[in-house]
């Protein structure tokens, strides 16, 4: 019961931010010099006067601020996230399209983050001096100080260009002709780059968290108790150690989880990955404050779940957290 | 009167000589799926309620237009089998193709002529493509006769391209005219009379077309499949053309790709074909602040700014030389001009004229903007050139292109790098930066702010003007005086390239570019 109610409190918290934030965001935008009619005049090559007003009157755009801010919050308030300015089309429909693409990468890489991270922090704490712990420290500091987009387009260089396995772009290839497991061994195939790319950043991170974990638990007192019982090394790190090790890894991830989210935008960007990440950069290029906003909102809403899933994980792992409320 | 007819059905018949020896020597094979490339999302695939080359590419593909033109800017027939401008130029008449039906079945009417004339006047950004165009009469099926209030020899080109594409009246005519705009069936379902049919446009991804079976052409298209990739990317883009996943782009003006692409074996780069698009590179002038007031100063500038090295280091060779406001591909291009190369002298002898003697190494202040971060380098450049003569220029960033745009329609700004299209005729796309009923009208307007009553008178006369050689050489007075004002200093044309495997036959190599019917592209063994 403490559980639910804890739950409803967040989830109530997390609407009142969501509300405060939208609202934010649609008065900077309102801020910004220009508007979309000049991104829209863009991509026709020029335009009169005459259509640039008829563009703004078209949107409410000519409405003074309150209005404007009005009309937005009301249609917020019926779940109406609005209709998209630049794409033409309403903006629940734009997001949901390309939602299963985001939710496809981000849960991958974080997923291939946290076991490869936990596996190599823990090679790299059972041998904390050893070439492969070294290797290990060279690779997390890699993967976390160079940027995303260079990464992913120095994996697209070697292995789509040098050695080409992997397709560059996109998330299908249209002309390839099949059944259900020829389409996902495609979208497979296509994922790899991305999700490493979104990966390595966090990788290093949990692979620096676990390993230091790791070496502290392996120097605790019941672990020398578990060896001194004469269980197998095997046995004591991975069934005793490596448990209570972990836990602190998962709230990490979970921490991250909003991190992770973010970090696709440019991942996305670089492998025209067609998910809410590229839709979020193309329309604050574009200006289009209803998509940006909706993004906004379907973001937070992803990583409210990601961190509730984080929870349960926790509970899962850790039985002393079961009995309590938060 | 039949003079036009006739010479159009002579060019025809020479052409199609042409194209029947072409295509022994290297026979066109039907089938096959070309993959080529969108450097960004489409808001809409309906050319007939906004422009841009974006839309162009798919939009030639699925409606056909009354007209095209060849690669020497020749009108040719397509939806209209002959044409026919009356010797007053009041009256433009089209004779349809008899056979020409919609994807849906429907045959193509000049009642569709005539809808989508309207649909274009009420909705399409280009307002003085059919302002002219007072009504349109159907005296039958397949006559469609223009009433113009004017002679209007820009007509020809906007009806050409994606700046005309034909709508079925029964399909988008199922409410108002100024609705067709946000149409549902502009992004789905789309039903023209071109070449390829719509299958699927999935935002983001992107949209993939199938050859059209009853085409009015007989055995075209050639390629039975095309797929737009859309891939914004522009690394992402250089890696797909170089392993082979794309077959053909368009509109790459990036230098470092068109210079890497054009070393990859198998691979043809060429700038052919953008001469209707005409795309231009500029430094902006806004000739009613300030020293710039003073012509004597915009042409000290213009001496000490080097067009050299702004086409040879900064565009790495890839982008040539213009002059004027109209693209050195147009046959109204004038390149006898007034040029400034390279002289500090001069230039510096012009600002002590013009009263802004040097004091410790500098005369005044001036700022230069940009619009987006490829062309930073050139106002950069434009900063240091301007240095050696005495101008301290500010840089100014704008955080995007929106902000960029209001500092231009509303004249806030000294200098600034800018890029403009022609868009087929002159009338369209060039008169808009130098007439003075058009200045500080939002951006791409006259944001130069400048006014010459000569040149507007000029071009008034341009516009009206049916004889061809007369025109061109009102268009020669007027670039001509604007290269001795300098509302604008021209400097390169914006180096617009196609991208194709030695797979492709025939790749649209008009005016047009890419957005242009692609009915005789195909993909070889």
Redesign the interface.
Known sequence: MRVLQSLLIRIFYAVVLLTAVLILNFSLMYL?????A???????????????DQIRA?YGLDQPFPVQLGRYVGRILHFDLGYSF????PVTK?IL??LPATLLLVFTAQILALVVGVVLGVISARQPNGIASHFVTMLALFGYSAPVFWTG?LL??VF??KI?WF??????D??IEGGFVVHALDVLRHLVLPAITLASIFLALYSRLARATMLETLGSDYVRTAKAKGLAERHVVYKHALKNALSPVVTLAGLQFSAVVSGAVLVE????W?GLG??AF?S??A?DTPTILGILFFSALVVIVGNLLTDLVLRMIDPRLRGRGA | MMKHLVKGMIVSTVLATIAAGHALADDPVRGGTLITVLGSNPRTLNGAVQSGIVTGYPTAQLFASPLRYDEDWTPQPYLAESWDVSDDGLTVTLNLVKNAVFHDGQPVTSADIAFSVEVIKANHPFKTMFAPVETVETPDEHTAVLKLSRPHPALMLAMSGQLMSILPRHIYGDGPIEAVKTHPRNNENVVGSGPFKLVEFKNGEHVILERFDDFFIEGRPYLDKIVMRIIPDIAARTIAYENGELHMGAFESNPQMVNRLKKVDGLEVTPEGYGAIGPLDWLAMNTQRGPLKDVRVRKAIAYAVDKNFIQKALMQGTAADSRTGIHPDSPFYFREVEIYDVDLEKANSLLDEAGFPMQDGKRFDLTIDFGWPGVKPQVEYVRAALKKIGIAVEVRASADFPTWAKRMGEMDFDMSWDTVFNWGDPVIGVHRTYVSDNVGKGVWSNTQGYANSRVDEILALAAVESDAEKRKALYQEFQTIIADELPVYHTNTLPYHTIYSGKVGNPPLGIWGTSTPIDMTYLKD
Do not use: C
């Open positions: 910004a010099p220009g508007d979309v000049d991104t829209i005049s863009q991509s026709m090559g020029g335009a009169d006067k005459e259509v640039l078209d630049f794409y033409n089309d734009l399209e390309r387009i697209l260089i789509s260009l080409p397709p560059v772009a996109g998330m299908q249209v002309t960007a670089v492998f025209s067609p590229t839709l193309q604050i290029i200006r």
